[in-house]
T-cell receptor, first 115, second 112 residues
Framework: GAVVSQHPSWVICKSGTSVKIECRSL??????MFWYRQFPKQSLMLMAT?????????EQGVEKDKFLINHASLTLSTLTVTSAHPEDSSFYIC???????????FGPGTRLLVL | GENVEQHPSTLSVQEGDSAVIKCTYS??????FPWYKQELGKRPQLIID?????GEKKDQRIAVTLNKTAKHFSLHITETQPEDSAVYFC???????????FGRGTSLIVHP
């Protein structure tokens, strides 16, 4: 199946700093990628849809100025958590749909801990 | 928008027993229903999917059934093994729109 990588796998940062998470499709091109946030024992919550060459589409309640998304190439999308606070601590997962646009392949996730 | 309900939230079975997880969806236009397995701290992985033109699909010990009229679909795992322990998510999406709506997840625990 398609492979999606994510970096870093985990990060610990101080409150107020910014953190960048990368999501890469390794063996296919992804004009669209999705960013999810998952709190412990909860479901995947879609944060935004990342579109190559255009602005991301954010879900209701997600601050676009806090969660900056850039999709500069067909294989890379980045999520930057700006001025992170402890409540931003979570598991962030990206995904990319296959060419058929039905199946999604998920990255391994990034665990963010803000102190 | 689409609303996906998943039950139960937790399911505990003995090794060798069968496990059934049920989901309902609200949008009759949804036509693709994947199931994902997520082990602790890892990525969700697609284990089986079904499209609306099919009523049942099976892959070894895993099967999914779909009732379009009732708008519900179920995951069946037979002869459960400890390594089946994980969180399982159902999802529903429409043709042409591949953003699925996920259920809240079911934590399956298989006791040896």
């Amino acid at each position: 199946g398609a492979v999606v990588s994510q970096h870093p796998s985990w990060v610990i940062c101080k409150s107020g700093t910014s953190v960048k998470i990368e999501c890469r499709s390794l063996d296919f091109q992804a004009t669209t990628m999705f960013w999810y946030r998952q709190f412990p024992k909860q479901s995947l919550m879609l944060m935004a849809t990342s579109n190559e060459g255009s602005k991301a589409t954010y879900e209701q309640g997600v601050e676009k100025d806090k969660f900056l998304i850039n999709h500069a190439s067909l294989t890379l999308s980045t999520l930057t958590v700006t001025s992170a606070h402890p409540e931003d601590s979570s598991f962030y997962i990206c995904s990319a749909p296959t060419t058929s646009r039905e199946t999604q392949y998920f990255g391994p996730g990034t665990r963010l801990l803000v102190l | 928008g689409e609303n996906v309900e998943q039950h139960p939230s937790t399911l505990s079975v003995q090794e060798g027993d069968s496990a059934v997880i049920k989901c309902t969806y609200s949008d009759s236009a949804s036509n693709y229903f994947p199931w994902y397995k997520q082990e602790l701290g890892k990525r969700p992985q697609l284990i089986i999917d079904i499209r609306s033109n099919v009523g049942e699909k099976k892959d070894q010990r895993i099967a999914v059934t779909l009732n379009k009229t009732a708008k519900h679909f179920s995951l069946h795992i037979t002869e459960t093994q400890p390594e089946d322990s994980a969180v399982y998510f159902c999802a529903a999406s429409k043709g042409g729109s591949y953003i699925p709506t996920f259920g809240r997840g079911t934590s399956l625990i298989v006791h040896p």
